[in-house]
């Protein structure tokens, strides 16, 4: 079986996925959906300093990087954001993630720190894109261009 040619879809799940929780994050917080943000059970109050703000990062982001468009800089953002909710938020508590119930945090931060490195997998709208934008610009091979002589 030839390992290296599961990549590129093993890439684009792993993006899908992460892009899904984290807009389902999102939505709970700014929508109060799936039973609202975490500490309260509701929707974060309009505004409110860092937590709506870092749930619309989380619902815009995450909804980016789940389609796969302005996916890099979609989850650096996003990676980021949870960098600054694992250091402000859970860290002064305690050091460790297991300790400070920074888990999630930490796992955001570094799945989506993957996902700006790596990109977001041919199984995206930004491999559609650019795809398009290289055809485009590409002369074709089928019509020869005219030669002077």
């Known amino acids: 079986m030839n390992v290296s040619r599961l990549g590129g879809p093993t890439l684009s799940l792993f993006r899908i996925v992460i892009g ?10 700014v929508f109060g959906l799936f039973g609202g943000n975490p500490m309260t059970g509701k ?4 505004g409110t300093w860092p937590g709506w703000w870092a749930a619309l ?6 909804a980016l990087v789940l389609a796969g468009l ?3 800089p979609a989850a650096l953002l996003a990676s980021g954001s949870m960098a600054y909710a694992y250091f402000v938020v859970h860290q002064p508590d305690d050091l460790l993630p297991l300790r400070n119930g920074g888990e999630l945090a930490a796992l955001f931060c570094w799945s989506f720190l993957l996902v700006a490195a790596l990109g977001s ?7 559609l894109l650019f ?10 091979m089928a019509e020869p261009s005219p030669v002077n002589a």
């Open 20 to 29: 899904l929780l984290f807009t389902l994050h999102g939505l709970s917080s």
């Open 43 to 46: 929707a974060v109050p309009l």
């Open 57 to 62: 990062i989380q619902l815009i982001c995450g």
């Open 70 to 72: 302005f996916t890099r």
């Open 121 to 127: 997998g041919p199984w995206a709208l930004d491999a």
């Open 131 to 140: 795809k398009r934008r290289a055809d485009a610009s590409a002369p074709s």
